[in-house]
């Protein structure tokens, strides 16, 4: 695979993703995501994991899906969602394998992943976005909808749906084993 420099202008994508979709994607492209995505962090993982475990059905489908870990700060006035930032991706790792053997196709966080999360991403051919760390106030203006769908007692780590537009990532893993921070250490150690 070529390295890939990251991209002046943003690829647009749109949720629910297929393999092909998937397949399109390189290490280091940005893009604007629309359609759906689901939100869930920690406490929400835990229990999709239970779910499982008891042979329970999940609160959505996860086939083509991206899921978005953030837990919004509350709503201010007038709008429909507060401050919508990125949390560590690294903290889903432990449940990320088991979602994308189960259709999931893509996720958003900030930080590095672990080998096992970049080998299920090979494996079951779906992407890693990189979110806009610090930009939580900005992002929130590209969702247009918001509901929650899950899990409502835990309150900010609620699973919730939310329908967004032009919504900017940058792909850091891809489905070929690319890696856009691995790849950006590496050039900067040739400087």
């Known amino acids: 695979m070529a390295k890939q420099e990251l991209t002046e202008t943003p690829i647009g994508v749109t949720t629910p993703l297929s393999d092909e979709d998937v397949r399109a994607l390189r290490a280091g492209q940005s893009v604007l995501i629309s359609g759906l995505l689901y939100t869930a962090r920690d406490a929400a993982h835990k229990r999709m994991e239970e779910a499982l475990e008891r042979g329970e059905d999940l609160p959505f489908d996860l086939r083509g899906q991206v899921i978005y870990y953030i837990g919004p700060t509350p709503a201010p006035p007038g709008r429909i969602i507060g401050a919508a930032g990125p949390t560590t991706a ?11 053997a189960r259709g999931l196709k893509g996720m958003i966080g900030k930080g590095s992943r672990s080998d096992e999360v970049k080998e299920a991403l090979r494996k079951h051919t779906a992407v890693y976005f990189g979110g806009l760390g610090g930009a939580g106030a900005l992002l929130a203006r590209r969702i247009q909808t918001v509901e929650i769908i899950a899990y409502e007692d835990l309150g900010t780590e609620a699973i919730r749906r939310l329908q967004v537009e032009g919504f900017p990532a940058v792909v850091v893993n891809d489905c070929y084993g690319g890696d856009a921070y691995a790849e950006a250490r590496a050039r900067w150690k040739k400087t």
């Open 90 to 100: 690294a903290r889903m790792d432990r449940y990320a394998p088991a979602l994308l």
